[in-house]
């Protein structure tokens, strides 16, 4: 049994030690008081009382906040913005006591939340390689503290006189994630562990051994405000990426060029305020900045220092008396300030900014009753060319449906 199948194992069974019976569908608002109060709680074995919201203007609970959205809306992650299924798997404590079912075609993604357990479905692509996998997902919350286990496998093994081939299709995907609230904030790690690999065990006297392999480890550490922020929602996080690009003959390894091994930490800061708002519109400014080192292993001796600025802003409206229609656009886009690259073997360096082609979308929400929804966004890259709209590489078209129960 290898590492990472006894690595799965231990986080379903560290899953199934957590085990409750599930509690009872929750309104979006009531469910946003609970979040805070399990952000402010220091037991969270002690139930929560649900006490009705006041809810003022300048709140994170406004009546925008109150709703659940899904991948086409908030595509630039301002922090203000109301919730979106990216974030519940990003916050896994944020599934408790939610009970819903979400299918997004385009983007082959599932979501069922019973109100504890839940599980999502969706695909993944390996690094620098064109097949797509299935992932399955498996997750526990409670008021104040949330983890799943997601894994993706997919193998091929031929023997046959000449030796043996083995393969993973779109890698061995194995990640986790856990959250929880405290002291009015939501702290959260993830983990992602992907390999490919491609080996060929030959007769001796027909050939030699050979194994590429592509491992890359990504780890997210984030801290927000987000369960009691009143106007201004900031979020402060760190990435680490390893990734590990090698060629072994005959057990002689020999790292590759192209792309080169490397290991990347990037801290970040992200936030979003509410400037333009009443009962049925409202406008978002948010803004992130990313700095990262890279530094890239043998046999390259080169290392990058980039800064990143993200502005954006987003605007939705609701349309009717029962607000059962939204429509909602943002524009956002990536400026690389600074980047500074240094390639000690070629005794030559880079410097340089861009400001990069701008992102917008926009999306229409509608919702019957409260148990049922629906969401269609459009967007591309504008400025991209004189008459180049709707282009393949920058449009996307998202449709989702979400059941609540």
Known sequence: MNFKTMFGISLVGFGLAFAQ?????????????????AA???????????VKPDIP???????????????????NSNMAAANNTDLLLKYPNLFANRKFFYIEPTNKLGIVSLGSFFTAFDITKATHEDNELGRLTLGYAVPGFGFYIRAGLGRERVSNDAGVFS?????????AAIAKSFLGMNV????????????????????????????????NLSL????????????????????????EIDGDVKEAKDPASYWDLSPYIRGGLSVLENENARILIGG????????????????????????SMLGEVFVGEEKNFMFYGEVGYDWVAFQYAK?????????????DAVNASMGFRYQYKDFLAVELGLGEKLFTGIGNFFQADGTFIDFSAMVRF
Do not use: C
């Open 21 to 37: 019976e599930t509690a009872p569908s929750m309104s979006e608002q009531e469910l946003q008081k609970q979040e805070e109060q």
């Open 40 to 50: 402010a709680s220091e037991d969270l074995t002690a139930p929560v009382p649900f």
């Open 57 to 75: 203007k300048e709140s994170k609970r406004s009546s925008f906040n109150a709703v659940l959205h899904g991948k086409s809306y908030n595509r």
């Open 167 to 175: 393969k993973t299709y779109g890698g061995d995907d194995w990640a």
């Open 188 to 219: 959260a790690a993830d983990v992602d562990w992907l390999t490919t690999k491609t080996e060929s065990h030959n007769d001796p006297d027909r050939g030699q051994e050979t194994e590429d392999r592509f491992d890359s480890l990504t780890v």
């Open 224 to 247: 927000t405000n987000a369960p009691t922020a009143k106007n201004f929602t900031w979020t402060l996080g760190v990435r680490f990426v390893d990734f590990l690009n090698e060629t």
């Open 288 to 311: 992130a900045a990313i700095v990262s080192y890279r530094h890239y292993d043998d046999p390259l001796d080169a290392y990058a220092i980039t800064a990143v600025l993200q502005p």
């Open 343 to 355: 390639d000690n073997d070629a005794d030559s360096n880079r410097m340089m900014d861009k400001m």
